[in-house]
T-cell receptor, first 114, second 114 residues
Framework: AQSVSQHNHHVILSEAASLELGCNYS??????LFWYVQYPGQHLQLLLK??????LVKGIKGFEAEFIKSKFSFNLRKPSVQWSDTAEYFC????????????FGRGTQLTVWP | EAGVAQSPRYKIIEKRQSVAFWCNPI?????LYWYQQILGQGPKLLIQ????????DSQLPKDRFSAERLKGVDSTLKIQPAKLEDSAVYLC????????????FGPGTRLTVT
């Protein structure tokens, strides 16, 4: 069965610290990969996505993620976090079809202290 | 453009009662998804529509859950009768068949079953 693992359930950082959130998936075929963010009181928003091509993708607000096929990973990074990055982050995977279901990880709560 | 609309935002019912949620996707989006997000977990797909046809309902508990999208636009998800374990946020998302930009989520309906 398809599964998505997010290794950290809660990450606490100070402003300007670097961030890396891990995401691994179990499906061996072609995948589309996503990171969604949910700010407090808001709905899920797409942060960035990977479909094909350059495995290093850049998203909004300075976030980036790297697809490493051999490791089945799609880790999210940001060199310097801000207080406004406090949110819950979800990794999601979709098999090759562009309209298929998303399989979500359980999420990582990021808290950034000013 | 307007986002995905959902109502109600909150609902509290007693077990064995019935409840219905409504979703209006982004205009022109042919694909509509209903997800269930239990506290502490990532969203899990319940059902996916392509226009007014069901594409994937493999995770829908069909003995108590039903969904329809009669005119290929808005959709209703119903639970009858509700159980305590149905307490969750029910998310609606939509996507376009064109450029695969990912799924756009609504604000969700938080259901509490007492």
């Amino acid at each position: 069965a398809q599964s998505v693992s997010q290794h950290n359930h809660h990450v606490i950082l100070s402003e300007a610290a670097s961030l890396e959130l891990g995401c691994n998936y179990s499906y061996g075929g072609t995948v589309n990969l996503f990171w969604y963010v949910q700010y407090p009181g808001q709905h899920l928003q797409l942060l960035l996505k990977y479909f094909s091509g350059d495995p290093l993708v850049k998203g909004i607000k300075g976030f980036e993620a790297e697809f490493i096929k051999s490791k089945f990973s799609f880790n999210l990074r940001k060199p310097s976090v801000q207080w406004s990055d406090t949110a819950e982050y979800f990794c999601a995977v979709r098999r090759g079809s562009t309209l298929g279901r998303l399989y979500f990880g359980r999420g990582t709560q990021l808290t950034v202290w000013p | 453009e307007a986002g995905v609309a959902q109502s109600p935002r909150y609902k509290i019912i007693e077990k064995r009662q019935s409840v219905a949620f409504w979703c209006n996707p982004i205009s022109g989006h042919a694909t509509l998804y209903w997800y269930q997000q239990i506290l502490g977990q990532g969203p899990k797909l319940l059902i996916q529509f392509q226009n007014n046809g069901v594409v994937d309902d493999s995770q829908l508990p069909k003995d108590r859950f039903s969904a329809e999208r009669l005119k290929g636009v808005d959709s209703t998800l119903k639970i009858q009768p509700a159980k305590l374990e149905d307490s969750a946020v029910y998310l609606c998302a939509s996507s376009s068949q064109g450029i695969p930009l990912g799924q756009y989520f609504g604000p969700g309906t938080r259901l509490t079953v007492t």
